[in-house]
């Protein structure tokens, strides 16, 4: 079973459409939390860290519920430009001052006109 | 401007001819990594640095060396490459990884194709 689970889609949605992704996380160590979006042939950037209390940034939303170990990220009225794999990323303490930080494959999300 | 930069961007080689892919940040940075990222595996991390001369193995170590003989730079190595090494190799670098507040900066990617 991998580490990171995501579902790879692809999310195909039109323009101005709610969609929710979903990662699914297996090591209870894991502490930290983040969203990455990857543009075809880019490198992956920060999108937004997840708070266990929730967090939103504009449309985006991100939330993680460390009792089921899973963490969604909610895009609303989404745009053209959010047209990219979003990639779920965990942070995993291994000893005192290490961590290992692992990425889920990605969704892939399509917004059409 | 803050960045990791990579280089060669895109390189064809042959299998056993020994490379070197060079890694540099300019944010002072602590943590580096490098990754790979295969169609349907994501991205994989092949070593990580915690500082100078700390270096430890990541998911995918076999086949690749590194060194981390400065804080800026952290070259991956392949020795003996052979065509299962073809892949999109990331350089990453952090101040704090494992911190809500963290974000990773990656490179731009080196295209490696080994025939």
């Known amino acids: 079973r991998k580490e990171v689970e995501q579902d790879p889609g692809p999310f195909n949605v039109p323009e101005g459409a709610t969609v929710a992704f979903n990662c699914t996380y297996s090591?209870?160590?894991?502490?930290?939390f983040f969203w990455y979006r990857q543009d075809c042939r880019k490198e992956p950037k920060l999108l937004m860290s997840?708070?266990?209390s929730g967090n939103e940034d504009g449309r985006f939303t991100a939330q993680l519920n460390r009792a089921s170990q899973y963490i969604s990220l909610l895009i609303r009225d989404s745009k053209l430009s959010d047209s990219a794999t979003y990639l779920c990323v965990v942070n995993i303490v291994k000893y005192s001052s290490a961590s290992k930080i692992i990425f889920g494959s990605g969704t892939r999300l399509s917004i059409r006109p | 401007e803050a960045q990791v930069t990579q280089n060669p961007r895109y390189l064809i080689t042959v299998t056993g001819k020994k490379l070197t892919v060079t890694c540099s940040q300019n944010?002072?940075?602590?943590?580096m990594s490098w990754y790979r990222q295969d169609p349907g595996l994501g991205l994989r991390q092949i070593y990580y640095?915690?500082?100078?001369?700390?270096?430890d193995k990541g998911d995918v170590p076999e086949g690749y060396k590194v060194s981390r003989k400065e804080k800026r730079n952290f070259p991956l190595i392949l020795e003996s490459p052979s065509p299962n090494q073809t892949s999109l190799y990331f350089c990453?670098?952090?101040?704090?990884?494992?911190?809500?507040?963290?974000?990773?900066?990656f490179g731009p990617g080196t295209r490696l194709t080994v025939l």
């Open positions: 944010m002072n940075h602590e943590y």
């Open positions: 090591n209870s160590a894991s502490q930290s």
């Open positions: 997840v708070y266990s």
């Open positions: 640095s915690m500082n100078v001369e700390v270096t």
């Open positions: 990453a670098s952090s101040q704090q990884p494992g911190r809500h507040t963290d974000t990773q900066y």
